[in-house]
């Protein structure tokens, strides 16, 4: 009977080992490509933007992930994240129904797929004194001889990660140029210049939009309906628009359209009003540009007539021969502090300047959300636009500075569903709302197009060359080449990282720090005290005995000294008390994972063989 029972249960195990690699076989078949991400924040996981561009692709897109795997075996975190590339690549492949092709190449030192790599324009970074470089860049390419490259993956813009990627694809599976409609009441392109009586050169950023897109520049006048092939409309100084233009626009936004507007409180650049006969007559010209009733129907408040003071972001200005530079908080030099780093725009910019600028605001009832992509600093407040006019001393500016606090939303994103400014027009396929949320750019400022304040162009045999100070140009073309993307690609986000810092260590590490700095900021205090003293007492001595200690003086040295030494024992006392926390915190977590997972595990089997010997018996 005994032997029965062994030969049924070896049977019984040889037949549950094969029903178990068929079940996996037949898993493996039904399941070929299903994926279960089970990370916090979901690494692994595309975006709906990404996955829609991956459904729309029609023709074959190549891509080639160079990386130096042999190059790279010494460099572990740079490994790490060429893993999370390339998992996010082929996660993008498997999703796009057989369209995309992913080759991963190591490019060897001198080998062909080096050349290759380089033929591509793919980057080269150097890793160690002795010369040896690596790649870790992608490079695609189309049906139709298309291709786009990024020249090397940043690790810490790994957040943008997702969309770079899903940007190139997007790229190569629509080929053509966008089409950028421009209106603007300012001398942005070549013209006759009436005060100079001669032919005037575009302005920089004039000519960066026209080598990158189709630009299509509008009459305002004649504004009556935006073509369906704009991609993005540019309005640039909008003055005294027609209901109809206005009208035109709004209709435009609610089809989808993508917008990018600058608007300023006080122009610089406007010539309008200006009179050869009169040099004051442009001065005191209104140089304001507003949009009140789109703005409103936006959810959007603007005061054309306020501009933001900044104290601490003030630009340093001349002044003219013989005079000081002084600041001039009208004249705003943003840093990377200001920028917001959490969106593709301006997440790579470290440097805008504004002059005169405006800020925007959310209305109370507004159903649309403000998005800041520029601010002041909190060092900040408003003042009316007039008192820059007949300004000799721009610090004058600050006589009676008064900070509010507040950071101004200097340019930002409009994000929502959008409501016509015209609810009564009734014209044939009049919308009175927008079918899916749409993406306005906001820009309380138009002197950031213009040269001065970003770039300096020099004629070099005969050439144009230009030597840019600041990010205004690259956050202008960044913003346009963002909103020529498809709906899907600018709803892409930036993602989580995929480092995970140790946030418990982290904390307790700024505690002792915080603890560190009051010690020693305590000892300074002391020693400028003790010095303070001495001084006294010293002031109070006769000349012959000015070279010999007092017992006072002698008194407040030794207790200086021994404070001083109480203090540096202190400190030390905190540097240990934080290696102690952090040696405890590991332990702690050690006997969790060595220690207290398996007892558990093991006590969950014992009583489960337990409980199986119980039942045995009683049956």
Do not use: C
């Not at 970074?125 to 940043?154: C, E, M, R, W």
């Not at 009556?224 to 100084?237: E, F, G, R, T």
């Not at 140009?473 to 995929?498: E, P």
């Amino acid at each position: 009977m005994t032997s029965n029972r062994k030969t049924l249960s070896g049977g019984a195990l040889v037949i549950l080992i094969i029903l178990f690699v068929a079940l996996m076989l037949v898993v493996n078949v039904l399941f070929r490509g299903a994926r279960v991400d089970l990370t916090e924040n979901n690494l692994y996981t595309l975006s709906d933007g990404t996955e829609q561009i991956l459904s729309k692709i029609d023709e074959p897109i190549n891509l080639y992930f160079f990386y130096s795997d042999k190059g790279t075996q010494n460099l572990p975190q740079l490994r790490t994240y060429a893993t999370r590339v390339r998992e996010m690549l082929e996660e993008m492949a498997a999703r796009s129904n057989g369209e995309i092709h992913l080759e991963v190449i190591d490019p060897l030192p001198f080998s062909e797929d080096e050349d290759r790599a380089t033929t591509y324009g793919l980057q080269a970074v150097p890793v160690n004194t002795g010369g040896d470089k690596i790649f870790l860049g992608l490079a695609g390419t189309n049906s139709t001889s298309g291709q786009a490259v990024i020249p090397f993956f940043q690790p810490d813009k790994e957040a943008f990660l997702e969309y770079d990627v899903a940007k190139l694809i997007h790229d190569l599976a629509t080929p053509k140029k966008p089409v950028v409609a421009m209106v603007s009441s300012l001398p942005m392109g070549v013209g006759f210049d009436p005060q100079t009586r001669q032919m005037r050169d575009p302005w920089a950023i004039q000519q960066q939009l026209s080598q990158s897109f189709d630009v299509r520049e509008l009459n305002a006048g004649g504004i009556k309906s935006i073509d369906s092939d704009v991609s993005v409309l540019v309005l640039v100084h909008p003055k005294d628009l027609s209901d109809e233009a206005q009208y035109a626009i709004d209709q435009f936004v609610l089809r989808g359209g993508h917008l990018l507007v600058f608007v300023d409180p006080d122009a610089e650049l406007d010539t309008s009003g200006a009179d050869p006969q009169d040099p004051q007559a442009a001065m005191f010209a209104d140089h304001s540009s507003d949009l009140p009733k789109l703005f409103k129907a936006w959810g959007i408040e603007y005061d054309p007539k306020t501009i933001v003071l900044d104290r601490a972001r003030a630009v340093t200005v001349s002044l003219g021969q013989g005079r000081a530079p002084a600041p001039h908080p009208g004249i705003i030099g943003l840093t990377a502090a200001d920028l917001n780093h959490d969106d593709v725009v301006t997440a790579n910019l470290d440097t805008v300047n504004v002059s005169s600028a405006g800020y925007f605001d959310l209305a109370k009832d507004a159903t649309t959300k403000l998005v800041p992509l520029m601010q002041s600093s909190g060092d900040a407040m408003t003042t009316p636009a007039s008192r820059l006019k007949m300004l000799p001393d721009p610090s004058a500016l600050l006589n009676d500075f008064k900070p509010t606090g507040d950071r101004y939303v200097i340019a930002g994103r409009v994000e929502g569903k959008f409501k016509t400014a015209f609810p009564d027009r009734k014209d044939a396929g009049h919308l009175a709302e927008s079918k899916e949320d749409g993406q306005i750019v906001l820009v309380a400022d138009t002197d950031i197009l213009g040269d001065r304040l970003w770039v300096q162009v020099q004629n070099f045999l005969g050439q144009k060359l230009m030597n840019a100070f600041a990010n205004n140009g690259d956050f202008v073309l960044n913003t346009i080449d963002n909103l020529t993307g498809s709906s899907a690609l600018i709803s892409i986000r930036g993602r989580a990282t995929s480092q995970r810092p140790f946030t418990t260590v982290e904390a307790l590490k700024r505690s002792a720090d915080d603890r560190f700095r009051a010690k020693e900021q305590e000892l300074q205090s002391e020693l400028k005290e003790t010095e303070q003293k001495l001084a006294q007492l010293q002031s109070a001595k006769s000349t012959d005995q000015a070279m010999i200690l007092s017992p006072e003086q002698k008194s407040e040295l030794d207790n200086f000294v021994k404070r001083k030494a109480e203090i540096r024992k202190e400190l030390r006392d905190v540097r240990r008390s934080l290696d102690a926390e952090i040696e405890s915190l590991g332990a702690r977590l050690k006997f969790l994972n060595i220690v207290l997972v398996p007892l558990l595990v093991t006590l969950i089997a014992i009583g489960f063989a337990f409980w199986r010997v119980r039942r045995r018996k009683s049956s």
